[in-house]
């Protein structure tokens, strides 16, 4: 072949190759560490109106998502306490359908916490995929947990919403509301065991990074009864 | 293929969980481990008295310095049984470098003390704070009298957790009065607290003077168990007053806990236990009922076993999302370790000289050292109710002696609260409705008499 056409069929071949690289070549995902500080599993309670700023942020973060169950306007609606003002504040949501403020039956949200560590020079972006109850004792896997509204803590000393981004060189700890596992099946799957709340279990969760999967475990912890005040 | 560090955060929790599985397939019924053999001192450790200022101060260093081990090893040695739920919990999430609590965010909160202004905010709502103020500016103190004051501050002051029951109570002065959450001379409700949550709303907290300080008359006994105190009823009182719904069983158990119990453990099971006295705290082998914890005999350890308990129950308490400083835990153990009784009951009674010989003769097998208390004892010599000893949640199999510090102020008696007077306790006829605690029902009706005249000067 004469050299002039090489040059030609170099000359045409070469920006292919180069726009295909760009085209096919993944993004290298961003450097995350995640670990798991702790989960506590009691009840999922109804999400406070006043998340909406979280909830935005939630949705901005995660568009295809499915929207979440909003249990709240199902909360058992309650009579107001005579003259106790704090049922105002204890009970924000009982506004919702208008009859104004009452007091709601306590509950004490389910959560998990995450330490994620940035360590690449690039922002990141993590999403949670799948949070699984596991028995610790037998690595059997009990059901699946949602996991939303995610937050971030800030040195002001309070949770706040977080769009689920990182920028590089941070380390921020985060957490997530988790609903419950179907309990029913779990306690067939452990046999019907007579006191779950004895029972160690452990979660393990897939996050995406740049849609990059990965799966971390959690400490054990135990389903706490809601009437203990632990010491 | 995962990576290495995507394998080990795989591999690292599987290989803690196979060896909490392995703890976990032992016997249903815990087995009490021996007293840990004390640790060798390191060879450049100044040697000072146990528990004195310097001694203490150079423990606070073990604590708090950035390596980890010390904590683990203290947290290692003071578990008496590594398989109940309260050894699991911490064995596998404190002082991990790659999971667990170590990696919570800390949190020094906003608080204000519970006066008239914080009682009427919540009457007519909605509570602010505005004037909440950190809890803690940052500083370690460096002598044992900053720690202490230190750590009285967060036995007032810091929240466990936000208590709807207490606002409730607060807001209805009719409700505090009933279940004895009381209001100081200074106005300030002891074991409350106003203070900014993590979700940046105002709230009334609990803490831990809740439960031990009591107020008699217009004295605040800082480290006496509150026995007046009626947790089940407050919270019942607010499900009656809002219609909130509660379960039945659940409201006839708290019904069931009376003045001065609380069900405290992490599990099901119905095992309510009496509020302790914190009285000379560092002389105690064991600390909890169920003697969950060795103490006294750790060495240098102890202190650390203590403030890691703190730790973890202030961190649990508030529901694993933050845990405190832990410069904030050391001084709260510091603080109690200075907890010291009233003045004791002096007596030139013939009684008592008598009653101290009995007690020679038959209680200091198990009743000894400057406690009272002793080395803990198997539930089934006891004979008391077995729940709390076997357990799932803080079970060893063993129950501690009631330390006798101050013990004819401290009915009602056993671990459960369920015998209400000294009388009641040596009374034969006590054995066939409260079983167990036989010693001392068999003296005659005198020596009964002489032994009680003793106890009280305890």
Same mark, same amino acid.
């Given at each position: 072949?004469?050299?002039?056409?090489?040059?030609l069929?170099?000359?045409l071949?070469?920006?292919?190759?180069?726009?295909?690289?760009?085209?096919?070549?993944?993004t290298?995902a961003?450097?995350?560490?995640v670990?798991v500080?702790?989960?506590?599993?009691?009840?999922?309670?109804?999400?406070?109106?006043?998340?909406?700023?979280?909830?935005?942020?939630?949705?901005a973060?995660k568009p295809?998502?499915?929207?979440?169950?909003?249990?709240?306007?199902?909360?058992?609606?309650?009579?107001?306490?005579?003259?106790?003002g704090?049922?105002?504040?204890?009970?924000a949501?009982?506004?919702?359908?208008?009859?104004?403020?009452?007091?709601?039956?306590?509950?004490?949200?389910?959560?998990?916490?995450l330490s994620?560590?940035?360590?690449?020079?690039?922002?990141?972006?993590?999403?949670?995929?799948?949070?699984?109850?596991?028995?610790?004792?037998?690595?059997?896997?009990?059901?699946?947990?949602?996991?939303?509204?995610?937050?971030?803590?800030?040195?002001?000393?309070?949770?706040?919403?977080?769009?689920?981004?990182?920028?590089?060189?941070?380390?921020v700890?985060?957490?997530?509301?988790?609903?419950?596992?179907?309990?029913?099946?779990?306690?067939?799957?452990?046999?019907?065991?007579?006191?779950?709340?004895?029972?160690?279990?452990?979660?393990?969760?897939?996050?995406?990074?740049?849609?990059?999967?990965?799966?971390?475990?959690s400490?054990?912890?135990?389903?706490?009864?809601?009437?203990?005040?632990?010491t | 293929?995962?990576?290495?560090?995507?394998?080990?955060?795989?591999?690292?929790?599987?290989?803690?969980?196979?060896?909490?599985?392995?703890?976990?397939?032992?016997?249903?019924q815990?087995?009490?481990?021996?007293?840990?053999?004390p640790?060798?001192?390191?060879?450049?450790?100044?040697?000072?008295?146990?528990?004195?200022e310097?001694?203490?101060?150079?423990?606070?260093?073990?604590?708090?310095?950035?390596?980890?081990?010390?904590?683990?090893r203290?947290?290692?040695?003071?578990?008496?049984?590594?398989?109940?739920?309260?050894?699991?919990?911490r064995?596998?999430?404190?002082?991990r470098?790659?999971l667990?609590?170590?990696?919570?965010p800390?949190w020094?909160?906003?608080?204000?003390?519970?006066?008239?202004?914080?009682?009427a905010?919540?009457?007519?709502?909605?509570?602010?704070?505005?004037?909440?103020?950190?809890?803690?500016?940052?500083?370690?103190?460096?002598?044992?009298?900053?720690?202490?004051?230190?750590?009285?501050?967060?036995?007032?002051?810091?929240?466990?957790?936000?208590?709807?029951?207490?606002?409730?109570?607060?807001?209805?002065?009719?409700v505090?009065?009933?279940?004895?959450?009381?209001?100081?001379?200074?106005?300030?409700?002891?074991g409350?607290?106003?203070?900014?949550?993590?979700?940046?709303?105002?709230?009334?907290?609990?803490?831990c003077?809740?439960?031990?300080?009591?107020?008699?008359?217009?004295?605040?006994?800082?480290?006496?168990?509150?026995?007046?105190?009626?947790?089940?009823?407050?919270?019942?009182?607010?499900?009656? !007053?809002?219609?909130?719904?509660?379960d039945?069983r659940?409201?006839?158990?708290?019904?069931?806990?009376?003045?001065?119990?609380? !069900?405290?453990?992490?599990?099901? !099971?119905?095992?309510?236990?009496?509020?302790?006295?914190?009285?000379?705290?560092?002389?105690?082998?064991?600390?909890?009922?169920?003697?969950?914890?060795?103490?006294?005999?750790?060495g240098?350890?102890?202190?650390?076993?203590l403030?890691?308990?703190?730790?973890?129950?202030?961190?649990?308490?508030?529901?694993?999302?933050t845990?405190?400083?832990?410069?904030?835990?050391?001084?709260?153990a510091?603080?109690?370790?200075?907890?010291?009784?009233?003045?004791?009951?002096?007596?030139?009674?013939?009684?008592?000289?008598?009653?101290?010989?009995?007690?020679?003769?038959?209680?200091?097998?198990?009743?000894?050292?400057p406690?009272?208390?002793?080395?803990?004892?198997?539930a089934?010599d006891?004979?008391? !109710?077995?729940?709390?000893?076997?357990?799932?949640?803080r079970?060893?199999?063993?129950?501690?002696?009631?330390?006798?510090?101050?013990?004819a102020?401290a009915?009602?008696?056993?671990?459960?609260?369920?015998?209400?007077?000294?009388?009641?306790?040596?009374d034969?006829?006590?054995?066939?409705?409260?079983?167990?605690?036989?010693?001392?029902?068999?003296?005659?009706?005198?020596?009964?008499?002489?032994?009680?005249?003793?106890?009280?000067?305890?």
């Open positions: 072949m004469p050299s002039h056409r090489f040059a069929l170099f000359a071949l070469l920006p292919a190759c180069t726009a295909h690289e760009e085209t096919t070549t993944p290298p961003a450097r995350i560490e670990k500080a702790s989960v506590q599993l009691v009840q999922d309670c109804s999400d406070p109106p006043g998340d909406a700023t979280a909830e935005a942020a939630a949705a973060a295809s998502e499915p929207a979440q169950a909003q249990s709240w306007a199902s909360t058992p609606r309650v009579a107001p306490a005579p003259g106790a704090a049922a105002q504040e204890i009970s949501g009982a506004s919702l359908d208008g009859s104004g403020p009452g007091w709601s039956p306590p509950c004490t949200q389910s959560t998990m916490q994620i560590a940035n360590v690449g020079d690039r922002e990141g972006k993590v999403h949670v995929e799948a949070v699984r109850l596991f028995d610790a004792r037998g690595n059997k896997e009990l059901g699946k947990i949602q996991a939303r509204k995610p937050s971030q803590w800030n040195p002001a000393g309070t949770y706040q919403p977080w769009n689920e981004s990182i920028v590089h060189g941070t380390t700890k985060v957490g997530y509301r988790l609903g419950e596992p179907d309990w029913s099946a779990v306690n067939t799957i452990l046999g019907g065991e007579t006191d779950p709340y004895a029972r160690p279990y452990v979660l393990e969760i897939d996050i995406s990074i740049d849609g990059v999967s990965q799966t971390v475990r400490p054990e912890f135990v389903r706490e009864p809601v009437h203990v005040i632990a | 293929m995962p990576g290495p560090s995507r394998r080990a955060a795989i591999l690292l929790p599987l290989l803690s969980l196979s060896m909490a599985c392995g703890v976990a397939e032992r016997a249903p815990p087995t009490p481990t021996p007293a840990p053999t640790a060798p001192t390191p060879a450049s450790t100044p040697q000072h008295a146990p528990f004195s310097p001694w203490l101060l150079a423990q606070a260093d073990r604590y708090l310095g950035d390596d980890a081990s010390p904590r683990r203290a947290l290692e040695r003071s578990l008496r049984n590594p398989a109940n739920t309260y050894s699991r919990t064995l596998g999430a404190y002082a470098a790659d667990g609590w170590d990696l919570l800390e020094t909160p906003r608080v204000r003390t519970v006066d008239a202004t914080v009682k905010a919540l009457v007519d709502g909605p509570l602010a704070l505005p004037d909440a103020a950190p809890l803690w500016d940052g500083q370690r103190p460096t002598t044992l009298a900053q720690w202490q004051a230190l750590g009285r501050r967060v036995f007032f002051e810091y929240p466990l957790r936000p208590e709807v029951f207490v606002e409730h109570a607060l807001a209805n002065p009719e505090a009065s009933a279940v004895g959450l009381r209001t100081a001379r200074d106005g300030s409700v002891p409350t607290v106003g203070f900014i949550d993590i979700d940046g709303r105002a709230r009334v907290g609990i803490t003077a809740l439960c031990h300080t009591a107020i008699e008359g217009d004295q605040v006994v800082v480290g006496r168990a509150r026995r007046d105190f009626d947790y089940g009823a407050m919270r019942l009182a607010y499900h009656r !007053d809002t219609g909130a719904p509660i039945a659940l409201a006839e158990r708290m019904a069931r806990w009376g003045p001065g119990r609380a !069900d405290i453990t992490e599990d099901d !099971d119905e095992d309510p236990v009496a509020i302790v006295d914190l009285w000379d705290i560092a002389s105690l082998t064991a600390l909890t009922q169920a003697a969950t914890l060795h103490h006294a005999d750790l240098e350890d102890a202190p650390l076993a403030a890691i308990r703190q730790e973890t129950q202030i961190l649990h308490a508030n529901r694993e999302r845990r405190p400083p832990r410069a904030l835990a050391w001084a709260l510091m603080f109690i370790y200075s907890l010291e009784p009233p003045p004791r009951l002096h007596s030139s009674d013939p009684a008592v000289a008598r009653g101290d010989a009995i007690f020679r003769r038959d209680c200091t097998a198990c009743h000894s050292g406690t009272g208390s002793g080395t803990p004892i198997p089934e006891i004979g008391t !109710d077995p729940a709390l000893a076997r357990g799932s949640s079970g060893t199999g063993v129950y501690r002696p009631a330390p006798l510090l101050r013990v102020e009915a009602p008696y056993f671990h459960h609260g369920v015998v209400a007077s000294l009388e009641q306790l040596f034969p006829a006590r054995l066939t409705k409260i079983p167990g605690h036989t010693p001392g029902t068999d003296l005659a009706p005198a020596e009964r008499a002489d032994l009680i005249a003793y106890l009280r000067t305890l």
